[in-house]
């Protein structure tokens, strides 16, 4: 079945530090690649996707990109900001099932 | 506005108790779903609910079950809770079935001793 590992399990930065978070997927076809984030106290929410159409999402300044022959993709931010602290989760949507396919997250804790 | 509500937010019980745990939204969506949240196990699945009375078993039912009378409300009950239920449980519902965007509520962490 169709799977995500992340192998990242804590990231830690500071302030302006450039983000590089990496998934990598399994599946029978190539796609559509979601990152959801997950704020201390609440629950996950959708922040981006990228789809097979054009290979890249951008959102709140995170850019996310997949690369289909190394069936990974990333999560980056040029300079992150102590409210970036969150868990951020990659995910496939559904396809063979009803159910979104999350990773196991990764925590991001950046200080000031 | 589009909320999922969870309650109660926290939650202690003895082991062998009852555990009623309430999520109601307010989107008319279809589907909705029970997750649960442990360190490094991420999200998993514990039921799934197309519509009312229409449930279906997730990745992790065991020792629990779920009851959907009305759309907006879905409830996960623990019948003679165990400590390895100690959770955050995370209620989520979607527009339809197989939609990649999911609404989380902010959860209830439970705590079984």
């Known amino acids: 079945g169709d799977s995500v590992t992340q192998k990242q399990g804590q990231v830690t930065l500071s302030e302006d530090d450039f983000l590089f978070i990496n998934c990598t997927y399994s599946t029978t076809t190539y796609p559509t690649l979601l990152w959801y984030v997950q704020y201390p106290g609440q629950g996950p929410q959708l922040l981006l996707k990228v789809t097979t159409a054009n290979n890249k999402g951008i959102s709140r300044g995170f850019e996310a990109t997949y690369d289909k022959g190394t069936t990974s993709f990333h999560l980056q931010k040029a300079s992150v900001q102590e409210s970036d602290s969150a868990v951020y989760f990659c995910?496939?949507?559904?396809?063979?099932?009803?159910?979104?396919?999350f990773g196991t997250g990764t925590r991001l804790q950046v200080s000031p | 506005d589009m909320k999922v509500t969870q309650m109660p937010r926290y939650l202690i019980k003895r082991m062998g108790e009852n555990v009623l745990l309430e999520c109601g939204q307010d989107m008319s969506h279809e589907t909705m779903y029970w997750y649960r949240q442990d360190p490094g196990l991420g999200l998993q699945l514990i039921y799934i609910s197309y519509d009312v009375d229409s449930n279906s078993e997730g990745d992790i039912p065991k020792g629990y079950r779920v009851s959907r009378k009305k759309r907006e409300h879905f409830s996960l009950i623990l019948d003679s809770a165990k400590t390895n239920q100690t959770s955050v449980y995370f209620c989520?519902?979607?527009?339809?079935?197989?939609?990649?965007?999911?609404?989380f509520g902010h959860g209830t962490k439970l705590s079984v001793l």
């Open positions: 989520a519902s979607s527009p339809g079935q197989g939609t990649e965007r999911l609404f």
């Open positions: 995910a496939l949507p559904p396809s063979n099932t009803d159910k979104v396919v």
